[in-house]
């Protein structure tokens, strides 16, 4: 079992920043890939950002590469979405969620995801 709790939404200026932490519980952490997906109002949950267990690969969604970065530290149980350059398009909630996969082409699948948070809103204003 793990448990997922996203922190550091909030509203921000076009052109800024934020850095999205996901603080998971149990000992299982490090054996997960992990992702962040986002969902804006009155569209699907889509795919952001994944990590490898190790962290030694990372994959980003066209929209947000080269502006987000996807990192993860075991020892701490995180995993952190450093947004920069932000748009008005990026405004939506963010989800991290658990992938039990070892397997690349299953990090931009929702239904691969075994655990979620609640969300964090990012709003960006223009």
């Known amino acids: 079992q793990v448990q997922l709790v996203e922190s550091g939404g909030g509203l921000v200026q076009a052109g800024g920043s934020l850095r999205l932490s996901c603080a998971a519980s149990?000992?299982?952490?490090?054996?997960?890939?992990m992702g962040w997906f986002r969902q804006a109002s009155g569209k699907e949950r889509e795919f952001v950002a994944a990590?490898?267990?190790?962290?030694?690969?990372?994959y980003y969604a066209d929209s947000v590469k080269g502006r987000f970065t996807i990192s993860r530290d075991n020892a701490k149980n995180t995993v952190y979405l450093q947004m920069n350059r932000l748009k008005p398009e990026d405004t939506a909630v963010y989800y991290c969620?658990?992938?039990?996969?070892?397997?690349?082409?299953?990090?931009?699948?929702?239904?691969?995801?075994?655990?979620w948070g609640q969300g964090t809103q990012v709003t960006v204003s223009s």
């Open positions: 990590i490898s267990w190790s962290a030694f690969n990372t």
């Open positions: 149990g000992r299982t952490f490090s054996s997960y890939a």
């Open positions: 969620g658990a992938n039990p996969s070892g397997r690349s082409y299953y990090y931009t699948v929702t239904e691969r995801y075994d655990y």
